[in-house]
Each structure stands twice: as C-alpha cells, then as structure tokens.
C-alpha cells in the first residue's frame, strides 16, 4: 500500500518494483540492528563483491553501549574530497559537468547500470524532509540494506517521513548509494553526481561516507531548490546568548569548512583553575590568559545549515530570520583529545537517550565510545576527522523556532604569521564590517589554514559564495546575487570576522570567537560609539577595537592589532596584507565577467579591485 503512494520517474518505478526484497526503513532499533549484521551481533563489514577486486571492504560497525562507531578502512575515505561533485545535466552550472570530467563514459549508461545493480541488491528505502518538515520539500533515499549505518545517519540528519493515509508522496530529491561504482568507474574515488530537472534532483553517490551526499548533498539539493525560489539555506551555526544579567543576544557564525561553526555552539574550553587561555606564543613560549568568572548560556539554533527564507516586504528592514534545516547535526570532535575538554558535549554522547553514530572513532563492542578516542590514520597520527551526528533532541536548550538574527559573524582558519614567514593570518581578534565589505568576505570564504574536514590543504584557497559553494550546483553569481539582496533587506542585522587557530605569532585555537561572543552579548550589539574603533592597518579588515574589555578584563591590545606585536611587526602585517589583497582580487575579478551581476555588487567589486577605502565601502550600503 505503500509502494502506491510513492509516485517515483517511470524507470526508477520499475526497476525498484522488480527488486522482491525492498523495504522501507524501520524503527532507529532495526537500523542500529542491521547495520551491527544483526540483532545477535556486535560487528560487522559492510562489503561489496567488486569485479576484478572481489570483495572490498567498504566500512566497519561496531555495536557500543552508546551507539554505534563506523570506520572506514581506506584513509582516504575519512574526509570529505573537496572535488567530488560532479554536473550530469544540462541545466546552468558553474560546476565540472560529468561529460567533461568523464568524456569516455556516458553517464546515461552508467544511470542504468546503478539502476540495475540496485534491482539486484537487497534494498532500505528512506523518505524523509529535504530540509526538515515545515520546509515541505520531500526526499527518497535507495540504499544497499548493509550500508545500514548510511540511512540511520541520513533518517538523523534529516527528518523522516510519515506517510499520511491516502497521500500521495512525489520526492523532489532522490538519492542512490552505489558504493562498488567508485572502483569499477571512478578509480577508488569519492564521486557523487547531481542530475536535476525541474521537478527532480537526482544524486548518485559513489561512496558511503555520509559528509558528500547525507550530509552536503542534501544541502546541495537544497540550494537548487532556493536557487528557483529566491531562498538561501546559509551555511552557519547560529545561538542565542544569554548573558549573566538575562539578556538574549543572537549570533550566527558563517564560514568555510573547519571555521568554527560547531564550536560557536560550545563553551569556552577552561583551563584547571578556571581561567580562559587567550593563546600561546609560537616563539617565546609565553602563554596569557583572562579571567571570566560567569559566562554567558547558550540556546543553540542550527549547528551547519540555516534555513533563510525570504522575508515578506512589510518585514524587510529588520533583521535576517533563520531556522534549522536539519534533524541533527554533523559534530567534528577533532580538538577532544582527553576526557574533559568538552564536558558538555561529552556527558551528552557517553549517555544518551537513544543510540548514536560515531565514525571515525575506536569503537569496542559492548563498550562506550568515547569522543576523545580517534582512529588513527597510522601510527601516533590521529584521523583529523573524528565525528558524530548529534540528534537535536538531545542538545539541551535547542531552539525549535526561527529566530532574528543580531550578529553576522564570519570565521576564517588562520596561519601563524611572523616577519620572517609573513601570511594571511594577520587578523586581530575581532573585526567590524561595513555590510559591503562583509558581502565580498562571504564571497571569497577563505577555507584556510589545516583545514580538518577535507582531503587536501592548498593553503589560502577559497570556498566561493556564502562559504557554501562547494555543495551548490547552480550559479556563482545567482547567489552572490541573492546574498547581496539579503543583506540589503536585513539592514539592522551587524557584521563582524574572527580568525581561529592563529593571531600573528599566538596560537589561539578557536578561543577569538568564543571572548567576542561574549563580550558583544554583554554589550548587547556590535553597534559601537563613535572613537571604540579605528580603521584596520588592512582596510579589507574593517574596523577593530581600540580596546576590549570583558567582566572587567583587559584584552591585550597584541590580540586586536596584529602589526604590534613584535614577532610581526608593520613589514611582516603588509607582506600578509598584500597576499591577502592579491587573493581577493583573484577570487573577485571573474565575477565581472558576469552581464547578470547585481549593479551594486559590481560596483562594490569594482572598488575593492581598484583598491578599498572604508568611507566608500561604508557609503555603499
């Protein structure tokens, strides 16, 4: 009966109604069950027979008392390829298209051969929301029944579908696991291919680590179907802040992969005594610290994936409205390396309410997997991806709503900067934006410094548009586009950038973020008075404060202005100045290419490139 309310393509409907052994997906239960390879057992391979391979191993479960730990046998599989999506359409793109990339191999062909190998396999089929329910946009997942561990992590991350009696049920979004292709096609390569239509998108993933297709092909299908609707689905983690005297400040912090999105979700990480370490210096091995005594609460909103509707005219003029585009969410825990870096999220995933998924992570069956404890990629070297989908229903203080937005934070992974190794990593800890200058920064989206989440490191490479880039299938310059008219619509709503990792010669971590984010709260806007700040040296920098001042804690002035420090130093700040001015010119100039550039993006670039004055930036918007 089932089956007759799911109103799929014509030769999608027969190949999938010719499989004697198709199911949908059960209970959380049943999937945990089979994907251990039973109720009675504790672990199990997930392995396909490839021809002239035979049988590979794809991934591992194992049964904990907390969940269950997924591990991949291929290194390379334990982070997402930056280069895996692929176009087989003809619908605009900015995107390789699958006939460019693959010349020799027709993807028609190859649809079919996908097609029938699923006919042939026992199969789990999981409807779901594209974006959670109240979006109402509907997905399909065709899964190979051992890759068990693959569905429950999608039915986590985004929401499952119910049928309603009598409904029929038309997916906008299908998505197929074909795990043996990337060896028989692809050359052991993580591939997933977007084919979309107007009224279907169609992705075919080649490989079973959930991060391309559960996780960023959904967002990529997601942005499609904004792209037609004039609608953004940010890439962003967003909390409401409650500081100690009971005020609500709200921040959304954007940036590319491994920019600190999750961590803008987590409290500051305390030293023994309590205090908050500021950073280490990389040459003389001095360390700083501040004290706080009551910091701020946090409401979490969304951890990756905000849902930015557009606003009806009569609310335009305030301030961005956001809600949470996914069930759970995709939690990197590489900076847990001991119990007690993060007690909160610790306690949470030892002793949750239902089973969880871990990978990348030493499970032992019957016993708790433990965040703190990475596989390793060899000897001593520890994955640098370690994650777990995280339900939201077991987040404390989730917000379930939409919600105005106060601050528009954007992170930036930096190196260490000195004059002798002069780079970008030349940002003090907080910087304030002129909203043009904050829409250039979304649209180059540095992916930075020893970026974690992926397979490769090319230094100061970018991300594109919104940092969201990457996952999208369309056009760069539709949504520079819906971007700039977002902000424009949003005037009330402020911008600032923080780096992580690095400030000058300090090795910092992600603790920039977490002192502004309280010390805006407190202040209740990133609204300043006339004299708390002076023009960045770097006028793509924006403004910094004069001081900073938390709880009665002075900030050192090193943290806020680079160039004073003296392993830096005003040669080393512009040599850093100049490759970062370089960078925006590289990532800028094509858009001037485009007849469909919105006319004050493209005088807003074209002033960047001629070379930037705040005033003018500031006047533009």
């Given at each position: 009966?089932?089956?007759?309310?799911?109103?799929?393509?014509?030769?999608?409907?027969?190949?999938?109604?010719?499989?004697?052994?198709?199911?949908?997906?059960?209970?959380?239960?049943?999937?945990?069950?089979?994907?251990?390879?039973?109720?009675?057992?504790?672990?199990?391979?997930?392995?396909?027979?490839?021809?002239?391979?035979?049988?590979?191993?794809?991934?591992?479960?194992?049964?904990?008392?907390?969940?269950?730990?997924?591990?991949?046998?291929?290194?390379?599989?334990?982070?997402?390829?930056?280069?895996?999506?692929?176009?087989?359409?003809?619908?605009?793109?900015?995107?390789?298209?699958?006939?460019?990339?693959?010349?020799?191999?027709?993807?028609?062909?190859?649809?079919?051969?996908?097609?029938?190998?699923?006919?042939?396999?026992?199969?789990?089929?999981?409807?779901?929301?594209?974006?959670?329910?109240?979006?109402?946009?509907?997905?399909?997942?065709?899964?190979?029944?051992?890759?068990?561990?693959?569905?429950?992590?999608?039915?986590?991350?985004?929401?499952?579908?119910?049928?309603?009696?009598?409904?029929?049920?038309?997916?906008?979004?299908?998505?197929?696991?074909?795990?043996?292709?990337?060896?028989?096609?692809?050359?052991?390569?993580?591939?997933?291919?977007?084919?979309?239509?107007?009224?279907?998108?169609?992705?075919?993933?080649?490989?079973?680590?959930?991060?391309?297709?559960?996780?960023?092909?959904?967002?990529?299908?997601?942005?499609?179907?904004?792209?037609?609707?004039?609608?953004?689905?940010?890439?962003?983690?967003?909390?409401?802040?409650?500081?100690?005297?009971?005020?609500?400040?709200?921040?959304?912090?954007?940036?590319?992969?491994?920019?600190g999105k999750s961590e803008m979700l987590e409290y500051p990480h305390r030293e023994p005594d309590g205090q908050l370490k500021l950073g280490t210096n990389l040459i003389?091995?001095?360390?700083?610290?501040?004290?706080?005594?009551?910091?701020?609460?946090?409401?979490?909103?969304?951890?990756?994936?905000?849902?930015?509707?557009?606003?009806?005219?009569?609310?335009?003029?305030?301030?961005?409205?956001?809600?949470?585009?996914?069930?759970?969410?995709?939690?990197?825990?590489?900076?847990?390396?001991?119990?007690?870096?993060?007690?909160?999220?610790?306690?949470?995933?030892?002793?949750?309410?239902?089973?969880?998924?871990?990978?990348?992570?030493?499970?032992?069956?019957?016993?708790?997997?433990?965040?703190?404890?990475?596989?390793?990629?060899?000897?001593?070297?520890?994955?640098?991806?370690?994650?777990?989908?995280?339900?939201?229903?077991?987040?404390?203080?989730?917000?379930?709503?939409?919600?105005?937005?106060?601050?528009?934070?954007?992170?930036?992974?930096?190196?260490?900067?000195?004059?002798?190794?002069?780079?970008?990593?030349?940002?003090?800890?907080?910087?304030?934006?002129?909203?043009?200058?904050?829409?250039?920064?979304?649209?180059?989206?540095?992916?930075?410094?020893?970026?974690?989440?992926?397979?490769?490191?090319?230094?100061?490479?970018?991300?594109?548009?919104?940092?969201?880039?990457?996952?999208?299938?369309?056009?760069?310059?539709?949504?520079?586009?819906?971007?700039?008219?977002?902000?424009?619509?949003?005037?009330?709503?402020?911008?600032?950038?923080?780096?992580?990792?690095?400030?000058?010669?300090?090795?910092?971590?992600?603790?920039?973020?977490?002192?502004?984010?309280?010390?805006?709260?407190?202040?209740?806007?990133?609204?300043?008075?006339?004299?708390?700040?002076?023009?960045?040296?770097?006028p793509l920098l924006g403004y910094v404060p004069r001081y900073m001042r938390v709880e009665g804690a002075n900030i050192p002035n090193i943290f806020l202005a680079v160039?004073?420090?003296?392993?830096?130093?005003?040669?080393?700040?512009?040599?850093?100045?100049?490759?970062?001015?370089?960078?925006?010119?590289?990532?800028?100039?094509?858009?001037?290419?485009?007849?469909?550039?919105?006319?004050?993006?493209?005088?807003?670039?074209?002033?960047?490139?001629?070379?930037?004055?705040?005033?003018?930036?500031?006047?533009?918007?």
């Open positions: 009966m089932v089956w007759n309310q799911i109103d799929l393509p014509v030769q999608i409907d027969k190949i999938l109604r010719t499989n004697s052994d198709a199911q949908l997906a059960g209970s959380r239960a049943d999937i945990i069950d089979i994907a251990c390879g039973g109720p009675d057992s504790n672990q199990c391979e997930v392995a396909y027979e490839v021809p002239g391979k035979g049988r590979v191993v794809e991934a591992t479960v194992v049964r904990c008392r907390n969940g269950i730990a997924v591990n991949y046998p291929d290194i390379y599989m334990r982070r997402r390829d930056p280069d895996c999506m692929i176009i087989a359409d003809d619908q605009p793109t900015d995107k390789e298209r699958f006939a460019d990339r693959y010349p020799n191999l027709s993807f028609d062909n190859l649809q079919n051969e996908v097609l029938n190998w699923l006919a042939s396999q026992p199969l789990t089929l999981l409807p779901f929301y594209c974006g959670r329910s109240g979006l109402n946009k509907r997905g399909l997942l065709v899964a190979p029944r051992n890759a068990a561990f693959f569905v429950g992590g999608l039915a986590d991350l985004q929401e499952p579908l119910v049928f309603e009696p009598g409904e029929l049920y038309r997916p906008q979004v299908i998505i197929y696991v074909a795990p043996p292709f990337r060896h028989t096609h692809f050359d052991g390569k993580q591939v997933v291919v977007h084919k979309r239509t107007p009224e279907l998108h169609e992705i075919y993933a080649f490989n079973l680590y959930p991060g391309p297709s559960a996780k960023k092909g959904v967002y990529g299908a997601l942005l499609t179907l904004g792209e037609a609707e004039n609608w953004v689905t940010l890439h962003g983690s967003t909390v409401q802040v409650v500081t100690p005297y009971d005020n609500i400040f709200t921040v959304m912090h954007e940036g590319a992969s491994g920019s003389t091995g001095e360390s700083r610290y501040v004290s706080i005594g009551v910091g701020c609460s946090l409401r979490p909103v969304t951890d990756d994936m905000a849902l930015a509707l557009p606003q009806p005219p009569e609310q335009r003029g305030g301030k961005l409205v956001v809600q949470d585009a996914e069930n759970a969410w995709f939690v990197r825990v590489n900076h847990i390396t001991r119990y007690g870096v993060d007690p909160h999220l610790e306690s949470i995933c030892a002793h949750p309410d239902l089973p969880m998924i871990f990978l990348n992570m030493q499970g032992v069956p019957r016993a708790t997997c433990l965040l703190w404890e990475h596989i390793e990629d060899a000897p001593g070297v520890r994955c640098p991806n370690p994650r777990v989908i995280l339900p939201r229903t077991l987040v404390p203080g989730v917000v379930d709503r939409p919600v105005e937005v106060d601050l528009r934070s954007f992170g930036v992974r930096t190196p260490p900067c000195t004059a002798e190794n002069p780079s970008y990593g030349i940002m003090g800890m907080l910087h304030v934006l002129p909203p043009a200058l904050a829409w250039l920064w979304r649209l180059i989206a540095p992916r930075g410094h020893a970026n974690p989440s992926i397979t490769e490191d090319k230094g100061l490479a970018s991300e594109g548009v919104g940092s969201y880039w990457p996952f999208a299938t369309g056009r760069r310059v539709v949504h520079a586009n819906l971007l700039l008219e977002q902000i424009l619509q949003t005037p009330k709503t402020r911008y600032t950038l923080s780096p992580n990792q690095h400030i000058g010669a300090w090795d910092v971590g992600f603790m920039p973020q977490w002192i502004v984010r309280e010390y805006l709260a407190r202040r209740g806007s990133a609204n300043f008075n006339e004299g708390q700040l002076k023009p960045a040296r770097c160039e004073i420090q003296p392993e830096v130093g005003l040669d080393g700040y512009d040599r850093g100045a100049d490759l970062l001015r370089d960078f925006f010119v590289q990532e800028l100039e094509p858009y001037l290419d485009e007849d469909d550039l919105h006319p004050l993006g493209r005088r807003i670039i074209k002033h960047v490139i001629g070379g930037p004055y705040l005033e003018t930036l500031e006047n533009l918007i």
